[in-house]
């Protein structure tokens, strides 16, 4: 055979075999990957992009500028085991049941299995907050898997101040058999969110053939407040400046006055015993965007980070002072609020948007981005938000904690209700957004108040809330 006949084969072979690894690879890329990426306790001003002076983000800032900032991103209960409940589920905890008792309803939809079902090779890391197991809602493949255990007699542990730890007791990592590993600590660690990290790329350096779902629960910067390695957040008290809205004390029982997180710090509040935890949460979330930063540098090295939809947010906030409150326990901005960042193929980037949505919305988003199947939930799709065609998802948000708190936030207005107490609060976002004013007795925003309450309590009987209902 003449070397030209031989070259023109070849090259017919290599485009054909070209052709046909190329559908291979197509198949597999066609739908994007998703990396969900949840904190705990995060307050939605927490990162350098927010214009927070005192937080340093840089691949969490570098994210948002990829792609849609969220300033009214809400979880509906301040509570981590109802609000992640949400986040894979898409109900209400009304519906869920998932509101005050941590099991689930049988016949729910679930994201993972969802997702699995529909192609996608799905993996769990992190924390772990539900009744049922993770394989259960369709995960394939749990790594890094940390959840409850019993705290050893006598083997209690303590946060940055030297008191003794009351979040996360007995909680432990766990191996693929599902045995504890005690030897890799009891409780949280200083380098938890690096541990999650690794775990998480194990799974991302993995050869996949399918897009992948991978879920990561961080601990992070949820109490006990532990100084993360190589940081030294002390030296930096001096720099802290506490938020407007810190207060000695809140001026009345909102339904948790006295529960665990309340008192993590002594009444009344004080500057002094707060700026340092300030400064200790501080390099938690700067820890975190750190191997935030690592998982996607990995993502990047494999060729897969263009065709990867990354979601970062947490599951509420957390008040530090604000408000005279230390937990998330509340209906307050800073505590119903999150930070949420999506980026991705398909997303507007650099967007910075007012649309209202909960973290419930995130699981038929996340189908509309796919082009997979949304099963019926309580969420609305937010995706026309993200590909900058629409400024709305939601007209109203509400938040809803125990029997004790019911919130609406419609606009600019915010009203939150107290049922146990029959009391009301009333606030102007515009021009009061950290809600110092109670305009509830103001006659001139009488007819404001009523149309809110009428919305509200029209939501909540949809709901049978039992607040509403007999």
């Given at each position: ?123 769990y890391v992190g924390k772990w907050h539900h009744s049922s197991q993770p394989h259960e809602m369709g995960y394939d493949e749990t790594i890094g898997f940390y959840a409850s255990g019993r705290q050893p007699p006598g083997q209690d542990y303590r ?121 200790v949460y501080a390099a938690l979330v700067e820890d975190i965007d750190r191997n935030v930063g690592r998982m996607l540098a990995s993502l990047a090295e494999s060729g897969r980070l263009a065709n990867t939809l990354i979601v970062f947010t947490s ?156």
């Amino acid at each position: 055979m003449a070397s030209s006949s031989r070259r023109f084969l070849a090259g017919v072979l290599f485009l054909v075999a070209g052709q046909v690894l190329g559908t291979t690879a197509q198949a597999s890329e066609t739908r994007p990957n998703i990396l969900l990426l949840v904190t705990d306790d995060q307050r939605p001003d927490s990162l350098s992009c927010t214009g927070a002076k005192f937080f340093r983000t840089p691949h969490l800032d570098a994210l948002a500028t990829r792609g849609t900032r969220f300033l009214r991103a809400s979880c509906s209960n301040p509570l981590c085991y109802p609000s992640r409940a949400e986040i894979v589920t898409g109900c209400t905890g009304f519906r869920s049941g998932v509101r005050i008792e941590a099991k689930f309803r049988p016949g729910l939809p679930y994201l993972p299995r969802t997702f699995r079902d529909a192609g996608y090779r799905t993996g769990y890391v992190g924390k772990w907050h539900h009744s049922s197991q993770p394989h259960e809602m369709g995960y394939d493949e749990t790594i890094g898997f940390y959840a409850s255990g019993r705290q050893p007699p006598g083997q209690d542990y303590r946060d940055f101040r030297g008191e003794i730890a009351t979040g996360y007791r007995g909680w432990q990592f766990r191996n693929a058999a599902g045995e504890r590993q005690p030897e890799l600590g009891i409780g949280l660690t200083p380098a938890i969110s690096s541990r999650f990290a690794d775990a998480a790329m194990e799974f991302l350096n993995q050869k996949q053939e399918q897009p992948f779902l991978l879920h990561v629960n961080f601990t992070a910067p949820h109490d006990p407040l532990l100084i993360p390695p190589g940081t030294d957040p002390l030296s930096r008290v001096d720099q802290v400046v506490l938020p407007t809205n810190f207060r000695p004390e809140h001026p009345f029982d909102h339904g948790n006055a006295r529960g665990r997180d309340e008192l993590l710090f002594p009444f009344p509040r004080t500057p002094e015993a707060l700026k340092p935890a300030w400064a200790v949460y501080a390099a938690l979330v700067e820890d975190i965007d750190r191997n935030v930063g690592r998982m996607l540098a990995s993502l990047a090295e494999s060729g897969r980070l263009a065709n990867t939809l990354i979601v970062f947010t947490s599951d509420h906030g957390l008040a530090l002072g604000s408000h005279g409150l230390t937990g998330k326990q509340n209906q307050y901005e800073h505590s119903l609020n999150v930070p949420l960042i999506v980026a991705g193929p398909g997303i507007t980037r650099g967007q910075v948007t007012e649309a209202q949505c909960v973290l419930r919305d995130l699981f038929p988003t996340l189908c509309d981005l796919t082009g997979v199947s949304a099963p019926q939930t309580d969420g609305v799709s937010f995706a026309e938000v993200l590909r900058g065609r629409v400024s709305t998802a939601r007209p109203f948000v509400v938040g809803y904690y125990t029997d004790s708190q019911r919130s609406i936030r419609q606009e600019h207005w915010k009203l939150i209700w107290y049922p146990q107490i029959d009391r009301v609060q009333l606030f102007n976002l515009d021009v009061d957004p950290d809600e110092l004013v109670d305009l509830s007795d103001e006659p001139a925003f009488a007819n404001q108040r009523s149309q809110l309450m009428t919305t509200l309590v029209s939501w909540l009987r949809e709901q049978a809330d039992p607040v509403v209902t007999p």
